[in-house]
């Protein structure tokens, strides 16, 4: 059973399904009719007979983040629904495999951390350049990228807002797998082909047990974080940061 939305296609082969972000003359940018999508294809896959699932992106590169042409307003109503598929995605008895094509940048690199596993191409660029805008991870970043490398590393990478590349990325445990260029997808669809010979109820209670080692809830913290983007997006540093971003311009921030 294969489908296609406007911006999310999905193919189901054997027990493996591939969502690919389709929005390729953007990068993949995510929008509010992107996500909308996203979040259609996740439910599709979850009702498949689908053990193990690939998230990627058409035209070379996984996803560059949020579109920053958006309003203040638009881009907020997209943090928060990009948070609820994030929380679909970690609470899926399905595991999801990252095949990180060109760059994973701010909420494409969120939507990269949601996944169970992740495997890059050699010269794949990734990180949470959000700050330098004017913004922050507000997409689960922060508790994601804290939850896989501790709270020092996931600083040092969300207040610099440097990208990285993929073999810095798997020192710090960020990729699972580093594999040619040309052969990031199918790699990926690899990894789902060996996943979907576990069992699935063991994987599904493995990844409750490995969420449950977590204190705080991430539902709860992303609606918390939800309000934040709210209120920042609103700012004269978001406005800033933004059209500079849109300008080739280096931003200057007014500061308080």
């Known amino acids: 059973m294969d489908s296609t939305h406007d911006f999310v296609s999905v193919e189901i082969d054997d027990n493996v399904a591939t969502i690919r972000l389709e929005r390729p003359e953007t990068r993949n940018a995510l929008s509010i009719p992107l996500v909308e999508d996203l979040r259609a294809a996740v439910s599709e896959v979850e009702t498949a007979d689908v053990r193990a699932a690939v998230l990627c992106g058409a035209g070379g590169t996984f996803c560059a983040g949020g579109d920053l042409e958006q309003p203040p307003d638009a881009f907020v109503e997209e943090v928060k629904m990009t948070n609820e598929v994030i929380v679909q995605m970690r609470r899926s008895h399905v595991p999801f495999v990252a095949a990180i094509e060109g760059a994973a940048v701010g909420g494409g690199f969120e939507l990269a951390l949601a996944c169970d596993l992740r495997v890059a191409g050699r010269e794949a660029k990734m990180g949470l350049p959000e700050v330098t805008l004017g913004i922050f991870p507000c997409a689960g970043g922060t508790r994601l990228l804290a939850q896989e490398i501790?709270?020092?590393?996931?600083?040092?990478?969300?207040?610099?807002?440097?990208?990285?590349?993929?073999?810095?990325?798997?020192?710090?445990?960020?990729?699972?797998?580093?594999?040619?260029?040309?052969?990031?997808?199918?790699?990926?669809?690899?990894?789902?082909?060996?996943?979907?010979?576990?069992?699935?109820?063991?994987?599904?209670?493995?990844?409750?047990?490995?969420?449950?080692?977590?204190?705080?809830?991430?539902?709860?913290?992303?609606?918390?974080?939800?309000?934040?983007?709210?209120?920042?997006?609103?700012?004269?540093?978001?406005?800033?940061?933004?059209?500079?971003?849109?300008?080739?311009?280096?931003?200057?921030?007014?500061?308080?």
Do not use: C, Y
Request: proline fraction near 3%.
């Open 150 to 256: 501790g709270a020092s590393r996931a600083r040092q990478l969300v207040l610099r807002g440097d990208l990285i590349g993929a073999e810095e990325a798997q020192s710090w445990g960020l990729l699972d797998q580093i594999t040619d260029s040309g052969a990031v997808i199918e790699t990926g669809n690899d990894i789902a082909t060996d996943l979907a010979a576990n069992s699935p109820v063991g994987m599904e209670v493995a990844k409750r047990s490995i969420a449950d080692a977590f204190d705080r809830s991430l539902a709860d913290g992303l609606d918390w974080d939800v309000e934040l983007a709210r209120r920042v997006a609103h700012e004269e540093d978001f406005a800033e940061g933004t059209d500079a971003f849109l300008e080739r311009r280096e931003p200057d921030f007014p500061g308080r």
